[in-house]
């Protein structure tokens, strides 16, 4: 038991010493004005993973990444700035970081989060309509389902973006293909009444098939109403579809 607690230790004084090099590393390269590095050692004080946790030494290198231009570092200053972790939240530091962090042309996941907190920010602040869907649409346009869901209902329904059917396929369609179950059955309806595409009843099964997987709120009876009213070839193939479509949620 002594030399398994022992060795236990050891491993663990291992672990440690290898992440203290690994941050020490990354120091080194920071120093050398590698953002991605400056990056990185913020996280590591951030989330203290394996090294003792530093949220002032955090926020320095985070600042230090985002004067370097590493685009990434401007969501978790926002999110920082806008919490209990600093002294005194600082909501307009937190906007200019986010704004940032959207700003990266490449896109990437910083852009869709730092965008769709954007977005909540200024619907907190009863900011207009066209300054919460600018971020809603880029965040959706970077894989946020939530935000694709909202642009796409607001596109196709005409209540706070001006009415455009194309636009409605595109961003309900994204939220569908991400798993959003009230888009996917929006996406079905839009089929089903040729809405940004072209009139489709089988397709409008598939997806009618999938929003009831997906959520039991809309296994409401519409897919059997469907299946009455097409043959028996098209049913089937709307079940193949369906079934594959599903297999990738799982």
Known sequence: MRLLVITLLLALSTSLSIAQ?????????????????????????????QVERDIPR?????????????????LPLGRIYSSQ????????????????????????????????????IYIGDRAGKRTIYKWLELAADNG????????????????????????????SGMAA????????????VMHNQGAGTAKDNVAALTWFMVAAD??????????EKFENGL???QVSKAKRDAKEI?????
């Open 21 to 49: 090099t690994s941050l020490d590393e990354l120091i080194a390269l920071s120093n050398d004005g590698d953002g991605a590095a400056t990056y990185n050692a913020a996280k590591m004080l951030h989330d203290g993973n």
């Open 58 to 74: 955090a926020i320095e290198l985070y600042k230090k990444a985002a004067a370097e231009n590493y685009y990434p570092a401007g």
């Open 85 to 120: 972790m600093v002294f005194e939240i600082d909501m307009d530091y937190t906007k200019e970081m986010l704004q940032f962090a959207s700003s990266d042309p490449q896109g990437g996941d910083h852009v869709k989060d730092a965008a769709y907190f954007l977005a909540q």
């Open 144 to 171: 946020h389902p939530g935000a694709a869901a909202d642009v796409g209902y607001q596109y196709f329904s005409g209540q706070k973006l001006r009415k455009d059917p194309t636009k409605a396929y595109k961003y």
């Open 177 to 188: 293909n991400l798993g959003h179950g009230a888009s996917q059955y929006n996406f079905a």
């Open 214 to 223: 997906t959520d039991k709120r809309f296994d409401n009876g519409t897919v």
């Open 231 to 233: 043959t028996a070839s």
């Open 246 to 250: 599903i297999a990738r949620f799982k």
